[in-house]
């Protein structure tokens, strides 16, 4: 099955600087990777997806990017805020069909402390 | 829209209890999920359901099990709980493929549950 590898652990950075979080992937027939952010006590949220048939997606200042051949991909955070610190996992997927029925297999998650 | 909604909020059993958490949403999706979550190893799926009717295993299975008799609802049960069991609970629900831009998955609020 598909294993996802997630680093750093944790992460301490300032404000306003970019903090980068990284995964890799065995399955090369996923072709589905979100990402979600977790607040203490709460749910996890998606915060931003990218599938296999795009390099790079970007949503203000969150972006990810993608390279299938390495079978890794990163979320880029910019302009860090105190707001920004939770708890981040990426996830991949072999997507909604096939007898993938968009099963999701998680990262061990990243810890982000934005210090003020 | 309530989304997706779990009950209980929190549980403490006793070793070998039995308990049933309830997961419903009412987003009319086909597939519903269970994971647990435990510090530093992400979420894993329990167990998983592809319409109603239908039940099958993902990750981690072992002590639970599962029944979907209403589309909106995803019953997770513990027939003899341990304290390994012992973690935070998040049902989660998604559109079949090609339904929508937001084909991820939506997450409950979780349930936390305590084995003494």
């Known amino acids: 099955g598909e294993n996802v590898e997630q680093h750093p652990s944790t992460l301490s950075v300032q404000e306003g600087d970019s903090a980068v979080i990284k995964c890799t992937y065995s399955d090369s027939a996923s072709n589905y990777f979100p990402w979600y952010k977790q607040e203490l006590g709460k749910r996890p949220q998606l915060i931003i997806d990218?599938?296999?048939?795009?390099g790079e997606k970007k949503d203000q200042r969150i972006a990810v990017t993608l390279n299938k051949t390495a079978k890794h991909f990163s979320l880029h955070i910019t302009e860090t805020q105190p707001e920004d610190s939770a708890v981040y996992f990426c996830a991949a997927s072999g997507g909604a069909g096939g007898t993938s029925y968009g099963k999701l297999t998680f990262g061990q998650g990243t810890i982000l402390t934005v210090h003020p | 829209n309530a989304g997706v909604t779990q009950t209980p909020k929190f549980r403490v059993l006793k070793t070998g209890q039995s308990m049933t958490l309830l997961c419903a949403q009412d987003m009319n999706h086909e597939y519903m999920y269970w994971y647990r979550q435990d510090p530093g190893m992400g979420l894993r799926l329990i167990h998983y359901s592809v319409g109603e009717g239908t039940t099958a295993k993902g990750e981690v299975p072992d002590g639970y099990n599962v029944s979907r008799l209403k589309k909106q609802n995803f019953l997770l049960g513990l027939e003899s709980a341990a304290p390994s069991q012992t973690s935070v609970y998040f049902c989660?629900?998604?559109?079949?493929?090609?339904?929508?831009?937001?084909?991820?998955?939506?997450f409950g609020p979780g349930t936390r549950l305590l084995v003494l």
């Open positions: 990218i599938r296999s048939n795009v």
């Open positions: 989660a629900s998604r559109p079949l493929p090609n339904s929508g831009p937001q084909e991820t998955q939506y």
